[in-house]
């Protein structure tokens, strides 16, 4: 028979080599990894895990474990594997109509919630994907309305089903809405907006990175934009303004060579106070400014 620990260990050094050969991204954490595959199959939490690595697996625990193991060298990522990817301590049910949240995105919101208080406040999220933008918000700041966009139908489904789910742990959870919509054009021309936010397609259809690691799985449609990656960053910038009320941000996520550019876009389009932000990874990859003054 196997144990936890023996598992564990053969494991690591399975995803080790694999992201040594470049099937996994720099992303993967082989260990942590490990341990969330463990915790999902057994239902255990990694101080179990650690304390009972001697516990010995059963046959149906072996297949299991396995059978993930095998998916995720394939380079295959865990949050679409499992279906499930945790975001802002949120456990927001993930598909291949969307995006995967990165950890990365939670320094935005960390951004927006250091910028405005629980004063009531309406928010767009533009190519919302599985909500997870907005349902961290929420989470944060009981007094706002959101709203919440995206052009794939199923990305909306999927946003609505993780409303359902969530529930319990966001409060008064009806003051979130999603609908489908190519940008603002189902936005009516009345509807404007304290904060409009998104994480919009912003790689070169040429970069090489589209063939490797977790994005050779996700959806072109939400990475991919014309322009060299800035079609998409462009049309919001210049669109936003018909929706922003009186000094309200505009947020984007982009490339982390791209803040320059973006920076250029919102000056281009009347901007004030643009300001760029950077990641957990020290890159300048938020770029948020006001529109129509203090």
Known sequence: ??????????AVKALEKAK???????YCIPKREVYYLLSHVLGKNSAYLMAFGEEQLNDVEIAQLNHILEQRLEGRPIAYI??????WSLPLKVSQATLIPRPDTESLIEKILELYSNKALSVLDLGTGTG????????ERPNWQFLGVDLISDAVDL????????????????RI????????????REECFDIIVSNPPYI????EHLSQGDVRFEPKTALVSLANGLADLNHITKSAKKHLKKGGHLFLEHGYLQHESVKTLFLSHGYKNIQSYQDYNGK???????????
């Not at 028979?1 to 053969?10: G, P």
């Not at 300048?284 to 203090?294: E, H, M, N, S």
Request: charged letters at 25%; proline letters at 0%; a negative charge.
């Open 1 to 10: 028979m196997i144990t936890i620990y023996t598992w564990l260990a053969n």
């Open 20 to 26: 040594n050969d470049g099937i996994l991204d720099g």
């Open 82 to 87: 499992l279906g499930i990817k945790e975001f």
């Open 132 to 139: 997870a933008i907005v349902f961290a918000l929420a989470k």
């Open 159 to 174: 946003a609505l089903e993780n409303k359902v789910r969530l529930a319990q742990l966001i409060s008064d959870i009806d």
């Open 177 to 188: 809405d999603f609908r489908q919509s190519n940008w603002f054009d189902t936005i009516d």
């Open 204 to 207: 070169c259809e040429s970069d």
């Open 284 to 294: 300048d990859r938020i770029t948020f400014a006001q529109y129509g003054g203090l």
